[in-house]
């Protein structure tokens, strides 16, 4: 399988190690320009320097080609990010690695089931999911009832705040906002800017009402 990993630490490097050696075609990427040098010597594998919360990055790494996204930097929001995108672009599986629970909701209701507890070993999870152990069961509603739309923010919208738009969070989601090249996670108060782009789950009934809500 061809595979790509976000986050070249400890756990990402084990983790392609790992995967080279069970004959899998591994695309890692990771930020820091020092370690990439590092791993890009010891590694058999492609190893790209960028910022893997960006969305060209990924385009360009060739996250559309890939049958798996790992979500393994050391931070939970970087790696919520990534496997929120991986997911946007259609990508078959995203796997990801998160230390607070609390984040469980929010992958789970975007479709993403198969998160990893660094509780147990993080990297034997991730094989054996891989392998087709122990992958958590997902609803049909959840595989085949949510869509993802993304909806740039109008004019007329500029300096509204995301609990003006009135969304039934029973029936879509703003999973992410980006202002430039980052992603950002909403909260109630989160303003909006004019030609900000906002990353939303929703349900196939509902996404009237999202094009109405933003004049699209």
Known sequence: MRIMIAGGGETGAELAKALINEKHEVILIERDRSRVDDLAEKLDCLVIHGDATNPRVLEEAGIKDVDIVIAVTGNDHDNIIVSLIARSMKVDR???????????????YAGINEIVNPSRLVIDQIL??????????????????????????????????????????????????YKGDNAFFVEENTVLDEDDELLIAVKPSYIDKIQRIFQV
């Open 128 to 177: 054996s999911l891989i392998r087709g152990l122990g992958i958590l069961n997902i609803s049909n509603i959840m595989r085949s009832g949510i869509r993802f739309v993304t909806i740039r923010v109008p004019r007329s919208l500029a300096g509204a705040k995301i609990s003006d738009l009135k969304i039934d969070e029973q029936k879509a989601r703003i999973l992410l906002i």
């Open 94 to 108: 995203v796997i990801v690695k998160v230390n607070d629970p609390s984040y469980n909701d929010l992958l789970l």
